[in-house]
């Protein structure tokens, strides 16, 4: 398996620090707000990844954070009642969102509220080490004192886009960043050795990945904005306080998202929630569309893409839909497509083995839908793309759950011997009827002689 990394600008061979593991850590949202479909892409790869990687046989340790202390929450928190308050109603929202876009939970959702003595640690450490120092305002990393300060993000240290961040004229390079803020008057607090006050951005990350992966591990990921200055700076301060390089072996970023080839914006009022998306779409049919371009192309959304989504996913999911009928029928053909379905599922392996090219993936994918719908398959075969539509499901999660249950299949084959009497007697309009009736319920009856076959339930 090869991965582009961040770090290096290149696709390399995956080798885990620990044979059979991995261990992989994402930055979370800040639960401020709704999350939205930006948000879905980056957390959808993620799962994706770590699928894909259980598929290969790891055993994937994966912990994804929560940032609930933040300028942000503390400007909300005024309106809702306190930080606390805000915290926990986005962070709920966020889970249930997650839950219906079949997003697996990590091992555990860190709150950077309940690491605070993890952070102070570390803060101490990069003091006592000399990496740190004292303002009014708080304490700030020195990024002259770390040499390998811009290796991931390869930033220039004289740009204007430094002095912007985090500005105070007191520091000593325009880089610096707050890894402890001073309590400030309204604001939540904790007491430390130097100075009761809060977490800056990038500390916590640090501290809590440490405390759930070790000091070193194997993948650390997020949306493509992070690699500068939060990435970034989480590799000065790791690096320096734990004296281990590299922190991080792979470093993974997804690509953003776009609104109509515009970047999503509050002031532009441009922002879909992913609540928004599912109002409309099945969760699989969400993952489908976020998925279907490589995780470093840029995404653009339209609504209209989505529904071309839907017409695309709609045929794995009529395969998905015929493969169960046979089984559930007992009705096989003759045809064997042992060797076409072999060679397509291997195919989409190979391509998700190269840095994870989807697109090409769904290309294979494309392949063995259009053998299971094209060809009577016989016992063997229907049972082989079975298990092949199963795996894909296993990786992507994108088969849909709500095939059809047995009651409703009960009805569907009542239906179905209905219209065939109305077919044999040659009442045309009664049984046309019935068809058009069942097709507004996402099932398609196609006519083969005088037998009638359900090819798909896809949609309540």
Excluded at 87 to 100: E, Q, T
Aim: hydrophobic content about 40%; proline content about 4%; overall charge neutral.
């Amino acid at each position: 398996m090869k991965i582009y990394n961040t770090l290096s600008r290149k696709v390399e061979d995956f080798i885990p620090i620990e044979p059979g593991k991995v261990k992989m850590y994402v930055c979370g949202p800040t639960p401020y707000d709704r999350s939205h479909i930006g948000h879905a892409r980056t957390y959808i790869f993620f799962d994706f990844l770590r699928r894909f990687l259980e598929f290969k046989g790891y055993s994937v340790r994966y912990v994804v954070n929560l940032t609930d202390v933040d300028d942000k929450i503390i400007r909300r928190a005024d309106q809702m009642g306190g930080w606390q308050v805000v915290g926990d109603v986005y962070s709920r929202y966020f889970f249930d969102v997650l839950g219906k876009l079949r997003v697996k939970p990590p091992l555990t959702y860190p709150r950077v509220s309940n690491h605070i003595q993890e952070i102070i640690q570390l803060v101490q450490t990069l003091l006592d080490r000399g990496y740190a120092y004292r303002l009014d305002d708080g304490i700030y990393f020195d990024v002259s004192r770390f040499s390998g300060y811009g290796k991931l993000s390869k930033v220039d240290l004289n740009s204007e886009k430094i002095s912007r961040i985090e500005p105070n004229p007191n520091k000593r390079n325009p880089a610096d960043f707050a890894l402890w803020k001073f309590a400030k008057p309204g604001e939540p607090f904790w007491y430390a050795p130097f100075g009761k006050g809060r977490p800056g951005w990038h500390i916590e990350c640090s501290a809590m990945s440490s405390r759930y992966l070790g000091e070193q591990f194997d993948i650390h990921g997020g949306g493509a904005d992070l690699i500068f200055p939060h990435h970034e700076n989480e590799i000065a301060q790791s690096e320096a306080a734990f004296g281990k390089e590299p922190w991080v072996k792979y470093w993974v970023h997804v690509a953003f998202l776009t609104i109509d080839k515009t970047k999503m914006s509050k002031s532009l009022g441009n922002i879909i929630g992913i609540d928004e998306l599912l109002e409309r779409f099945e969760p699989e049919v969400v993952r489908f569309y976020l998925l279907s371009a490589h995780y470093r192309t840029q995404l653009d959304f339209t609504w209209e893409k989505m529904e071309k989504a839907r017409e695309q996913w709609a045929k794995i999911a009529k395969a998905a839909f015929s493969v169960a009928r046979r089984l559930k029928e007992n009705d096989f053909g003759t045809d064997s497509a042992v060797a076409e379905l072999e060679s397509a599922f291997s195919e989409m392996i190979s391509h998700l083995e190269n840095d994870l090219h989807t697109p090409k993936a769904y290309s294979a994918i494309n392949k063995i839908a259009d053998t299971v719908l094209s060809a009577d398959l016989d016992r063997e075969s229907t049972e082989l793309a079975s298990r092949i539509l199963s795996d894909i499901d296993r990786i992507f999660a994108i088969i849909p759950r709500n095939l059809m249950n047995d009651r409703e299949y009960s009805l569907v084959r009542l239906l179905l011997d209905v219209r065939e009497y109305f077919r044999e007697s040659g009442n045309y309009k009664m049984s046309d009827s019935i068809r058009e009736g069942l097709r507004e319920w996402g099932i398609d009856v196609q006519d083969a002689g005088k037998v009638s076959k359900v090819n798909l339930k896809f949609k309540k």
